[in-house]
């Protein structure tokens, strides 16, 4: 599997963008743009009870 081969090193995936999922629209937008190179990666915070 693809995580496994992240995990032993033999796979270095190009992340090109990180942010918090709120930031979604501009993460498509740039990306259509062609103004990130490699992955987008959208995170999601903690939820809080």
């Known amino acids: 599997m693809l995580t496994d081969l992240v995990a ?3 796979l270095r ?15 498509f ?5 062609r ?3 490699g992955k987008a990666v959208l995170t999601v ?3 809080t009870p």
């Open 13 to 27: 995936p190009k992340i090109g963008w990180a942010s918090d999922w709120t930031e979604t629209p501009a993460a």
């Open 8 to 10: 032993e090193g033999r």
């Open 45 to 47: 915070g903690a939820v």
């Open 35 to 37: 103004k990130v190179r």
């Open 29 to 33: 937008e740039a990306l259509a743009g």
